[in-house]
């Protein structure tokens, strides 16, 4: 069947299995769930119908292709490589967060699941896991850390607003964690009923496989996009990286073109010791969490550690399987960037292209900022405007004293 939308097959060797991270570690009562999913999701993406209907949705309601936009005044001013932005923040609701949920809302009323639940951090995911559930006719319920919804409560009014009932977490943390945990066991409770709609590449298989394929359509466009404006490909790619998916989705057509630099960007937070930042390659080891093995950040006991960003969506434990195959092999690279420079960064392409970028999406940006000089004219830097700053106003306005 000829692929419209999703990658034509996938490139790991053993199904759910980047490397040797991944696999699938839940309790044995969500084990027939994660299959059944598993096998809905193949028929789904071997039909062309399914996909004609997502490409359809992406086009007309979440606003697909994105713009891929030559920045030349950020260009002129840092003098090295030029840099283009993908521009995931002019997507319906704000993120490329719409492109997964599009598609898993299409697969869970496919399979006659009624009800929706999903987790969400900075509310991002929440807002449209309920705008597809808007769309569709589902029921939904988004579980969120009562921290979280203090600090995000402009996206709480959105879910509320498109119909969606969020359940606060009081347990642990009280942030995204705590989410998932619940929202785990809220499916494990309702799984004949209900879709657990996750947000990442990020769980057990076949979450990580089933995000990224949504998100690829990225990368595909980039690429040729870039090709018509330039006639070549990038020599890197630059996304943000929380749980992964964005970035995979990004990079993931580039993966088999060699010379291409893939470059990820953690959350450095405010330093390097362990609680004080999220980068997972910084002093995160292998282990689970939630569902499949990765690199996570923990204590010497195992205990998971505490994380901090400035963006609620790049402050989280572990990091999505697939990104910690790229990163042992080698194939792609690991850096952070520190709450300060991700600030900068959206002083900085505000101000010179009028374009204000999320949080998370910034400290892409400020990797850019560092890389471009190193590169010459006829270079050309790909940056993954992830989403748009309006849902930080609130901490932009404290942080930078507007
Ligand atoms: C949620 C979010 C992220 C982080 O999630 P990934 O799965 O790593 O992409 C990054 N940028 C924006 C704008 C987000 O909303």
Redesign the pocket.
Known sequence: MASIILPASPSESRPGRFGVYGGRYVPETLMAALVELEREYEAARADAAFQAELSSLLHDYAGRPTPLYFASRLTGQLGGAKIYLKREDLLHTG???INNALGQGLLAKRMGKQRVIAET??G??GVATATVCALLGLECVVYMGEVDMARQELNVLRMRLLGAEVRGVSSGSRTLKDAISEAMRDWVTNVRTTYYLL???LGAHPYPTMVRDFQHVISKEIKQQLLEKEGRLPNAVIA????????IGAFYEFIPERQVRLIGVEAGGYGPALGEHAARFRGGVPGVLQGTFSYVLQDEDGQIALTHSVSA??DYASIGPEHAALHDTGRAEYTAQDDAAALDAVIRLSRTEGILP?L??AHAVAEALKVAPTYGPHDILVVNL??RGDKDMGILARELKL
């Open positions: 993120a490329h967060k951090g900075a991002q995911h947000g990442s590449a943000c990286v929380g749980g992964g998916s964005n970035a969506g790049l999320a998370e999406s992830s989403g």
